[in-house]
């Protein structure tokens, strides 16, 4: 074959390889969303299929009550910044009690949810990659699937459930922490009354944009889970398959939450919610 033939045929079969790839991945991801979602269902609506709830509660307080505290720590760092961060700029034009305007605003939208998510991914996306990841290597999914026992219904739904309501309130914890504590910065350091604070945040905040940020959150948990569960239940090659898919599901749900947030984002904004 023409050597210059392949200079110009091999990026094009490596661009589509690649993006073969990644819509294979984005296709097993759907389906297993897809299978989470039928077994949900089914144990909604037929007594035959039932959910174990102790198992729902304890991935909820796994997942959930254990990255409060560190949610907490970073929402709250990131609310101390952004009010110092906008009180020099706001002062140049003597509107420096605006700052809970700007900050009510951007922490319930778009910051909260998406703090709590990225958070979360690292706390336990990571976790239950790596958890479901090991009961691969040690053949425990096999066990399952011998006894006649569906890994989707019972290791995936009550994973996914759990994200998806931790992530939503998680989402409100850290809007919350976030703005607490740009309110105390700025009552402490930039001299703004708590009633001027309170007053302007009320004015600007509306319920749309609270509503706004429980929707992505419970949309980001249902990410984090259903990521996370995939690249455990795919690992192979032993350990290293296990370390590959925690790094990939961090990475891979960083990239998926921030494609929803931009899709709600310039959905909101043409429906004119915003």
Known sequence: MNPLLIVVLYPIAVIGRRTLGILNHIGEVMYLLFEATRWFW???TNPNYRLGKSAIV?????IGVQSIFIVILVSGSVGLILALQLAPPLED???VDKVANIISVAVLRELGPLIGAIVLTGFAGASIAAELGTMVV???IEALEASA???VRFLVVPRMIAATV???ALGVISSFA???AAMLVSMIVLDIPYETFMSNMLT?????DFWTGVVKGGVFGAIIGVIACKNGLNVSGGAAGVGRATTYTVVECIVAIVAADLFFTAMFFALKLF
């Not at 304890?58 to 796994?62: A, K, L, V």
């Not at 600007?204 to 749309?208: E, L, M, S």
């Open 178 to 180: 976030a703005i607490t």
């Open 42 to 44: 089914r144990s909604t």
């Open 93 to 95: 034009f003597g509107q």
């Open 166 to 168: 931790s992530m939503t």
């Open 204 to 208: 600007q905040a509306k319920q749309v």
């Open 149 to 151: 026992l569906n890994p």
């Open 58 to 62: 304890s991935q909820i307080c796994r």
């Open 138 to 140: 040690s053949e425990e």
